[in-house]
């Protein structure tokens, strides 16, 4: 089996001091930078999701109700759009074979619904390398983290989330999450990082 491991949305909006911040997102982006650097052999390929928002019309609100409207967040072009910098030498050293960008013009949650600069989606780009066992992490484990794994399961992998490398943005949309997660199939490693 040949293993990928994907890192969700480890961008400066959803870290403290971002548009949409999740309590520990940066300690998780210097842990998940680490995860890469030392993974040696255990995947054959490491990619990155990014959220890159243009105008994704309801998504974004001034009433936001946090599960479908947030504030304005990673505008492309925008600083908080950017990957942490805990994060971002991993990306720029090459540890990160390709990064995906989703949500130009809508919510697009999950990371199935991203695709390369060239338009490559991340399922085709994956099936193409024979990859058939994910290991999924980054931020939120209630939101986008959570879209993704289940998007993957759909897709016909086989998929594990490292919880100690996802950070959660409560701890009753954690549990909820979770519970969803088993009951599709995902296996789940670690404990959840929910800082209250």
């Not at 990673?74 to 720029?92: I, L, R, Y």
């Not at 695709?115 to 931020?139: E, H, K, N, P, Y």
């Amino acid at each position: 089996m040949l293993r990928a491991l994907i890192i969700v949305d480890v961008q400066k909006d959803f870290c403290e001091g971002g548009s949409v911040p999740v309590k520990g997102g940066a300690d998780r982006a210097a842990a998940i930078a680490e995860l890469v650097r030392h993974a040696g052999d255990e995947y054959a390929f490491v990619v990155a999701t990014r959220d890159h928002h243009i105008e994704p019309g309801g998504h974004f609100s001034e009433n936001p109700d946090f599960q479908d409207s947030f504030p304005v967040h990673c505008v492309v072009g925008s600083e908080g759009s950017e990957f942490h910098p805990d994060f971002a030498p991993a990306v720029d050293s090459g540890h990160v074979d390709e990064v995906f960008f989703k949500g130009a013009y809508s919510a697009s949650k999950s990371g199935f619904e991203g695709s390369t600069q060239d338009g490559t989606a991340l399922s085709a780009w994956l099936r193409a390398r024979d990859v058939d066992g994910l290991d999924v992490v980054g931020i939120a484990t209630d939101h986008c983290v959570k879209a993704t794994a289940l998007d993957a399961v759909r897709a016909g992998f086989t998929v594990r989330i490292l919880l100690d490398y996802t950070a959660g943005v409560a701890a009753d949309t954690t549990r909820t999450a979770l519970d969803e997660l088993r009951r599709a199939g995902v296996a789940l490693s670690g404990e959840p990082v929910v800082v209250a």
